[in-house]
């Protein structure tokens, strides 16, 4: 049972019948966990759980971060990251959603991006920014990095993808594509002719 001891002025503090509590402050942050949002001096709607969960930011807000270093370094607003250091890295990127263990940990200044699966979408943006890119799988479009538009579903799938444009379904559908864009890949196993050619369509293991 939750107890509800006290709204004013913004701030609401909910605390558990066991004797714990977790307070939101006047802007609506609410953070748990050793340097969890300690940052914060104008970032307004943030929620921070977790050891060095969100600790960079300072002026953005509607974040969420659960996990260990989950948006450990973020300074944009609008993120949103769940498991062990869940966008990690990113620093002015903004509106990504990483899901699940170092999912999107190294992304930097990249935008718009979904990822979720253990390392999906890992290194997005790692050197340079890649956007719009959405990996739902085990380490599906683990190298991405200034690649923008990439769609992969499936473990591995598009695990070395670094060019934009690709569509890969799949376990390990498209994993041999590296430089490639604007390609088509459906099926276990499925791969392009060659890890930098573009605009082909590839059905089935074959």
Known sequence: ????????????????SGGGGVSSDSDENTVAGTNAGDSITSGTNNTHFGYDAGTTQTTSGNSSAFGHSALRLATGGANNAFGYKAGEQ?????????????????????SYNTGIGNGALKRTGNTQEGNLNTA??????????????????????????????NVCIGYQGGDVITSG?????????????????????TLGNS
Do not use: C, R
Not at 155 to 163: D, I, M, P
Not at 182 to 201: C, L, P
């Open 1 to 16: 049972n939750l107890d509800v001891s006290a709204i004013s002025a913004g701030i609401v503090t909910i605390t558990a």
């Open 90 to 110: 990113i620093s002015t990127g903004f509106a990504n959603s990483y899901f699940g263990s170092e999912a999107g940990s190294l992304t930097k200044a990249s």
């Open 136 to 165: 739902v799988g085990y380490e599906s479009l683990n190298y991405v990095q200034s690649g923008d538009f990439n769609t992969a579903i499936g473990a591995y799938s598009g695990h070395q993808v670094t060019g934009s444009n």
């Open 181 to 201: 864009s604007n390609n088509i890949v459906i099926g276990t196993n499925a791969d392009a002719s060659a890890a930098t050619v573009s605009n082909e369509i």
